[in-house]
Structures are given as structure tokens and as C-alpha cells.
């Protein structure tokens, strides 16, 4: 198999949200994906219960009442034991934990539930299931109860009157490498990408790959597809047909190809800007000179932003040539 000579930080990190969010929801507009999730990484009985041949997606912007389109939510109907249910998928990539998420998760829910009353009246109503699905660095510190965000009362008889509702959390970086990779289907495999860092995905990149040629599902294989060229920032894959009869060795090179292309364009943001920055200092202080001063506040500008990606700083170095001690103080400068 080909080896990938290296594998650059940008290239899973250089992900604006927005692109991100929308990657996620691709991924979950297959309701083959939202099964995974249920069956693998939800342990409750009513998940084996579920008509997954009944899946129906609902369009959230009809559900949430001051929808927009920075959130990312996808919501899908259950039916199981002759009951309904809602599963409502918060999708959460933030670089920062957000405190007010029990508070959102119930404004989320409220909106749902008004916008059923407004369909149909009736004396009770479907369950909403939330479920957060979070792949930031940072722990999750947050209750995942409402009611863990109310102060306690002195007096006991309040204590009924506290508004409680669940979520259910997903937080990638608690799972363990080894548990995502005996798992072996696409959505744990999206998630092992997520929680790796560069060097350690390179060593488990023929486990993957095998994982992704084995899937029989072809749905699951476009899927995997579309959310990993948004993933990547919209480097050219090969068209679909190629991914979906794939062997392991071409998913393989497939990936190793596509990572080289986005660890040149990366370097390549950083000579240009550097180019550019010494074209206009060479007018007024001499080309030579104005291009070397460009070249470094290129070099810099390329590390202000890898730090903001939260890229390591001894990468950085690598990709840049600039020094620990000149990123250590770029990095300070940032907090």
C-alpha cells in the first residue's frame, strides 16, 4: 500500500463552522447513518424497537420557531411498539463548551412541542428525544439535566415546581480509540478521524480503509464520501462510483492522495501571503527586502491562524520554520 508521507493538522482542522455543521448534516440525511448512532452508541432497549424502514426526516425549520441557519439540528421520527417518537439531533462544534446548553436544549424542545399543538390537539403528545453530539478538545463539564442549572430551594415544597429534561450526550473525545475501531462501521469511523491527531490516524489508516471497503451499504459509502470532501475543505475526490467499488488499497490511496493535495495547498496560503505582504514593502523599501519581511508576516499570519485551529505547536514550527519561542509568544498574545 501507498504510505502517506505526512499528514498536515489543516487538514482536519481548517474547517470553518459552517461547512462543518453542513458536513454533519449531510452525514445524518442518510437514515443509515442515524441507525448507527442509535444501535452503537445509545444503549436502551427502545433502540432495538425501532422501524428503521419508517425513519422520516422532519425539516427543523418548520419546527423551530426562531430557526436559523447557524444551528444545526436534524430531527427524525421514530416509530416502535405502535408508538412515536422524536429523535432531535443537536449538532455541536464549538470550540468552547457551552454552558447554556441545557437552557437551549429546552427551547429546542418547546418549539417542537408548539409547533405539534399547532398541527394537533390532543390530550398527550410524542416523546423528544435530544441527543448532543460534541467533538470540541475540551471536556464536556456541562449538566446534562435542566434542572442541575436551577438553584436548590430552601424550602422542599419548591422543589416539584424545578424544571427538569435530559439530554443525551455523544462526546467524541471520550471514546477510546479501541472501542471506535471494533465497532467497524462508517459513523465510528467518522468519529476515529475526528478524535485522532495526524500521526496517530497514519497507523490506522489501513484499518480504516478496510473498514470503509467492507461496508456493503452503498448509501453509507456516498455518505462517508460527501461528509469527508466538505470535511477537507472541497478538494477534488474521485466521483462516486470509484469510492462505492473500491478495494482497501484504492480507498487507501484514495485518502493518502487526497491529504498530500490539502498539505500543499496549505503551505502554498502561506507563500502567497507572503508574496503578496513583500511585494508591497519591496515598492517602498526595495523588493528584496519588502519580500523577505512579507515572507514572515506571511509565516506569522499562517501561525496566528493554525493556533486558532489549535494546531500543535511543534507542527506549526514545522509547516512555518518560525521558532518555538516566536509561536509560544504568538500564542500567548491570542489568550
Known amino acids: 500500500m501507498t504510505r502517506i508521507v505526512s499528514l498536515t493538522k489543516f487538514s482536519f482542522m481548517k474547517i470553518v463552522k459552517k461547512k462543518y455543521d453542513e458536513a454533519y448534516k449531510i452525514l445524518f440525511d442518510y437514515p443509515g447513518m442515524v441507525r448507527q448512532l442509535l444501535e452503537n452508541f445509545i444503549s436502551m432497549d427502545w433502540v ?18 426562531n430557526y436559523k441557519k447557524k444551528e444545526s439540528d436534524v430531527i427524525y421520527k421514530l416509530n416502535f411498539e405502535g408508538q412515536t417518537a422524536y429523535l432531535y439531533l443537536l ?20 418549539d417542537f412541542y408548539e409547533s405539534m399543538i399547532k398541527k394537533e390537539k390532543k390530550d398527550r403528545y410524542p416523546i423528544v428525544f ?16 435542566l434542572k ?7 424550602d422542599s415544597n419548591l422543589l416539584p415546581y424545578i424544571p427538569s429534561l435530559k439530554y443525551f450526550k455523544v462526546i467524541i473525545n471520550e471514546f477510546k480509540k479501541e472501542s471506535l475501531l471494533k465497532i467497524r462501521n462508517i ?17 490506522e489508516f489501513g484499518k480504516i480503509a478496510k473498514i470503509i ?52 495547498k496549505w503551505e502554498k496560503i502561506g507563500e502567497k501571503k ?24 506571511g509565516k506569522i499570519e499562517t501561525a496566528v491562524n493554525m493556533l486558532k485551529l489549535k494546531a500543535d505547536i511543534d507542527f506549526i514550527h514545522q509547516v512555518t520554520g518560525l521558532s518555538l ?9 491570542l489568550k
Do not use: C, H
Open 48 to 65: 432495538k424497537w425501532v422501524d428503521y424502514q419508517k425513519l422520516e426526516k422532519v425539516n427543523a425549520s418548520f419546527v423551530r420557531k
Open 91 to 110: 449538532l455541536e462544534f464549538q470550540s468552547t463548551v457551552d454552558p447554556s446548553m441545557p437552557f437551549r436544549i429546552q427551547s429546542y424542545v418547546n
Open 130 to 145: 435530544p441527543v448532543v453530539i460534541y467533538n470540541g478538545d475540551k471536556p464536556w463539564t456541562v449538566p446534562d439535566n
Open 148 to 154: 442541575d442549572k436551577i438553584e436548590i430551594p430552601k
Open 187 to 203: 459513523l465510528s469511523t467518522v468519529f476515529l478521524i475526528e478524535k485522532l491527531k495526524p500521526e496517530e490516524l497514519e497507523k
Open 213 to 264: 471497503s467492507d461496508e456493503i451499504d452503498l448509501d453509507l459509502k456516498e455518505a462517508f464520501q460527501n461528509w469527508f470532501q466538505m470535511f477537507i475543505d472541497g478538494v477534488s475526490l474521485p466521483v462516486s462510483e470509484t469510492l462505492m467499488n473500491a478495494s482497501e488499497e484504492e480507498v487507501y490511496t484514495m485518502f493518502a492522495n487526497t491529504l498530500k493535495k490539502m498539505e500543499k
Open 274 to 297: 507572503g508574496e503578496k505582504k513583500g511585494e508591497k514593502k519591496g515598492e517602498k523599501k526595495g523588493e528584496k527586502r519588502g519580500e523577505k519581511r512579507g515572507e514572515i508576516k
Open 325 to 333: 519561542e516566536e509561536i509560544k509568544k504568538l500564542s500567548a498574545a
